[in-house]
């Protein structure tokens, strides 16, 4: 069983900043890969970051050069710095692993981005 908790989200005003963070507890395997989703109010779940065990990261073109993803191996934790941001960012962020084939989340964290 993985247990994944998020922290971090607020509001915020277009061009500010926030830091996410995603602690995960429990039998994870060494090697996943984690991830941040997002899903504002009427769309579907979003991946916007992931990055391997290693240190890889992938991002939605949307984040590009404004959202960088980080991992703390010993932690057990990914975090989400987030720069710059706008309105459209606004959603309910998730902490994602697939673990030994599960797929676990976090309860998410809203962050929303308004004048």
């Known amino acids: 069983q993985v247990h994944l908790v998020e922290s971090g989200g607020g509001l915020v005003q277009p061009g500010g900043s926030l830091r996410l963070s995603c602690a995960a507890s429990?039998?994870?395997?060494?090697?996943?890969?984690m991830r941040w989703y997002r899903q504002a109010p009427g769309n579907q779940r979003e991946l916007v970051a992931s990055?391997?065990?290693?240190?890889?990261?992938t991002y939605v073109d949307s984040v590009k050069g404004r959202f960088t993803i980080s991992r703390d191996n010993a932690k057990k934790s990914v975090y989400l710095q987030m720069s710059n941001l706008k309105p459209e960012d606004t959603a309910i962020y998730y902490c994602?692993?697939?673990?030994?084939?599960?797929?676990?989340w976090g309860q998410g964290t809203q962050v929303t981005v308004s004048s």
């Open positions: 994602n692993v697939l673990n030994n084939a599960v797929n676990y």
């Open positions: 429990g039998s994870i395997s060494a090697g996943n890969a």
């Open positions: 990055i391997t065990y290693s240190g890889r990261t």
